[in-house]
C-alpha cells in the first residue's frame, strides 16, 4: 500500500504535514504530562521533596483545571 508521499509524487500534501506537526506536538504535551505527574507522585509518596511546580499541577488537579506548565 503507498502511502500518502508516495502518491503525491514524493512530496507531502500539506494537511499531510499539519498531521504530522500535531502529532509531534501532542507527543511533546504528553511526555511533559507523563512526566509531571510521575514526579508528583514521587513527591507524595515522599521519594522527593515537594517543589512549587509540584503544588500548583496538585492545586491544578483538585480543582479540574489545565496546569500552568501543560
Known amino acids: 500500500m503507498?502511502?500518502?508521499a508516495e502518491r503525491a509524487g514524493g512530496e507531502r500534501p500539506p494537511f499531510v504535514v499539519v498531521c504530522i506537526q500535531e502529532?509531534?506536538?501532542m507527543n511533546k504535551l504528553?511526555?511533559?504530562?507523563a512526566s509531571s505527574l510521575s514526579d508528583?507522585?514521587?513527591g507524595l509518596k515522599g521519594t522527593?521533596?515537594?517543589?512549587?511546580?509540584m503544588?500548583?499541577?496538585a492545586y491544578s488537579l483538585n480543582m479540574n483545571t489545565i496546569p500552568?506548565?501543560?
Open 30 to 33: 504528553l511526555a511533559e504530562i
Open 2 to 4: 503507498l502511502d500518502l
Open 55 to 57: 503544588e500548583k499541577l
Open 23 to 25: 502529532c509531534e506536538r
Open 48 to 53: 522527593l521533596n515537594i517543589t512549587e511546580a
Open 68 to 70: 500552568p506548565g501543560w
Open 40 to 42: 508528583l507522585d514521587a
